[in-house]
C-alpha cells in the first residue's frame, strides 16, 4: 500500500554558535534577563564559541515526519566549506531502496561540498527514529542529526492509550571541539582523549541553573496525556538513565516500531542509538518537576573517587531539565522544583535498564514471533582490539590500537577499512580487500550471531536495515558490574579467585597474535554453547535495532535474510567507528535491486557499477 509523497530539504551549513545551546534563546524580556539570549559570534566566550554544523539553522535539525509507507524524499543540499557527507536514517529500514541506507561507502560515496543529493525511500517502520551524518562519526557530534518520526496509521498504542500529543526529547552529549575529543583514543585503548562527558543536552539545550544556562525545559499542559518519543543521539556518552520527578511512565515501545506489552516503569536506560516510548500523562498539581539523566558509567570518574592515571575526572555524570507545566512560572535556578515539583509524589515501577539480562524478561513484544529451535546459520563475531597500542606522540593517528569487528574464524582479524568503491556498487568484489563483509547464504533465512566482548570497554552496537532479537545476554554485570570494577582491570592469565566466574579456558584475548597488549586487560569471557543455551528465550525477545554490549560480554542475536542489502554493522561510539569497530553483512545479492546512476559513487574508473538504473528512479 502506498502513501503520499514526502518532500524534505536540508541544508548543511557552519555556523559559529555557542555549542551548549546553538540556537536557544530563552532570555526574559528585562534588561537584566538577557544574560541566556542567543549571542553573536563575537559575543560568545571563548571556551564556549565552537563551530556547529547545523540543519536549516536549528540544532538538532528539523523533525521530518511522515506516515508510514510515505514515500520521503529528502534533498540534503551540503554548503559545508570542505568536507563531504551523508546522512543516514537510523530506525529507518529501506526495503526496496536499499541503496538509500546514507552509511559512507557502503550504500553510497559522500555528497560533496557545493553538491546536493534527494534520498528517495520508504518510510518503514513505523516509530521514533532520527537521521545523521554518516560520514567520519565526528560529523553528528558537530550537529548534523534531528528527528524522524514515522506514525503507525492504525497504531495498537494510540487506540489503547489515547495520548494527547506526542512530545520528542532528543538527548546528546556536546563537544566544543568533537574532533580533538573523539577521533583518537586516550591513555587506555576504548576510551576518549577528554573527559567521558562534560555536558549532556535536551533538545539541543544544556542547563546548569546559572542565569546564562538556565535548566532545560520540557513543556507540558495540565491534562493531557503524552507520547514521550525519547531519542539517544550522542556521540562518546553510552547510555543516560532517565526518570522523571512525580510521574509514573509506561513503557510501550523500543528502537522505534517495536512495541512491547505496556509495563510501569519507574526509570529507564537509554543507550546511544536507542529509542524509548513512553506514555506520560501531565496529571499533577501544576509546576517544574526535575527530570534526571545519568550517566552512570561516568560517576566513577567524577571528583572525590579514585581516577586511573591518564583519566580525566568528568565534572558531572549528572545532567538535568525541567517538565514545565505551562501555567508554573519561571524555571527553578535549583533542583528543589516548584509548585507541585517541590514535594512529588513517589513513582512506581520496574526500573528497565537492558544492562541487566533481568531487564529483558520485563516486558515482552506486543505482538510475539517465537524464534525456532535452530538457526539456518551460525556466526560468532569477535569485538576486540590489536596491537601494538599507542606508545609515543610521534605514533601516527588512527594506525595504532584498532578495533576489529570480524567473525571468529578470520585470522588475523580485520579492523574496518573503508573500501575504495561503495560495497553496494561493487557487491563487494572490487575495493574491499581490506573490509570485512559477511556473505549470508542465499538459502538461509534465520541467522545467529553470537556477538562476544573481548575487552573491558561496553559497546553500543546498531544494526542498519534490519531488526533483530535478542535471544541470550551474559549475566556478568552481577560480578563485573559498574559496583565491581576489579574485573576491568585485571588480566586474563590473573590466578587469584576474582575471575573464577570466568573458567580460565573461556577467557579470550582479543588480540590472538598478541594476547598480553596493555597488559593482557584486553580479553573477554567467551560463549559457551553447552552450558549458556540454558538462558536463551526463543519465545518471547525483545526486537532491536540497538543494544549495549557490557564488559567482557556476549549477547546473542537472530534476524530474518529477508532484506537484499548491504548492511552495516557497527559500535555506535564515535571513537570507536573511527578506529574500525564495524562490519557488513551481504543479504541476498541476487535480489538486491539495481542502483540508480544519481546515487553518489566513487572510484567508478577501477571498480565500475556492476547493477546501475536510470538516474532518479
Partial sequence: MHGAIVRETLVIEEWVVDFLRPTANVAGILPWQKQAARQEPFAIADAQRSTKYMINGSYPGPALHAFENDTLEVTVVNRLFSEATTIHWHGIHPLLQPYMDGARDVTQAPILPGQSFTYRFSAFPPGTHYYHSHMDAVQGARGIRGPLIVQRKNDPVKAEFQYDDDLVVFMSDEWRDPSACLKLEGAMPGNDVCADIRHGSFNGVFGNGSKAYPYPQVTVQAGKCYRMRWIMAGSNTENFQISISGHNMTLVSLDGGYDVVPVQVSRFNLHLGERVDVIMCADQQPGNYLIHAQYDYACALTKGHFVPPGFTVVPSCD?????????????????????????????????????????????????????????????????????????????????????????????????????????????????????????????????????????????????????????????????????????????????????????????????????????????????????????????????????????????????EANRPGFWYFHCHETQHLMLGLQTVFNVLPSKQPPVPSDVPTSGEHWCPTVNQAPWGT
Avoid at 512529588?344 to 535498564?353: K, L, T
Wanted: net charge neutral.
Fill in 319 to 559: 545532567f538535568y531539565a525541567y517538565l514545565h507545566y505551562e501555567t508554573a512560572g519561571q524555571i527553578p535556578s535549583s533542583l528543589s522544583g516548584s509548585g507541585g515539583g517541590s514535594h512529588p509524589r513517589p513513582v512506581f515501577g520496574a526500573d528497565f535498564d537492558l544492562t541487566k539480562p533481568d531487564s529483558y524478561r520485563i516486558t515482552r513484544p506486543r505482538v510475539l514471533q517465537p524464534e525456532p529451535q535452530e538457526p539456518d546459520v551460525r556466526y560468532t563475531i569477535n569485538l576486540g582490539l590489536l596491537g601494538p597500542t599507542y606508545s609515543a606522540a610521534t605514533n601516527h593517528p588512527l594506525e595504532r590500537g584498532r578495533w576489529y569487528m570480524d567473525t571468529a574464524d578470520q585470522m588475523p582479524p580485520r579492523s574496518y577499512r573503508l573500501p575504495s568503491t561503495p560495497l553496494y556498487m561493487t557487491k563487494g568484489k572490487c575495493g574491499a580487500e581490506r573490509t570485512p563483509v559477511i556473505d549470508i547464504p542465499e538459502t538461509a533465512q534465520v541467522v545467529e550471531v553470537v556477538v562476544q566482548n573481548l575487552s573491558p570497554t561496553a559497546h553500543t552496537l546498531h544494526m542498519h536495515g534490519m531488526p533483530f532479537k535478542v535471544i541470550n545476554v551474559a549475566n556478568f554485570t552481577s560480578w563485573c558490574g559498574l559496583d565491581k570494577p576489579d574485573c576491568f582491570l585485571l588480566p586474563w592469565w590473573d590466578p587469584t579467585s576474582l575471575l573464577d566466574k570466568c573458567p580460565r579456558h573461556l577467557r579470550t584475548p582479543g588480540d590472538p597474535r598478541n594476547k598480553n597488549i596493555e597488559l593482557g586487560g584486553y580479553w573477554g569471557c567467551a560463549y559457551d554453547p553447552t552450558s549458556d543455551r540454558a538462558t536463551q528465550n526463543l519465545a518471547t525477545p525483545l526486537v532491536k535495532d540497538s543494544f549495549q554490549l557490557w564488559q567482557r560480554s556476549w549477547a546473542v542475536i537472530r534476524f
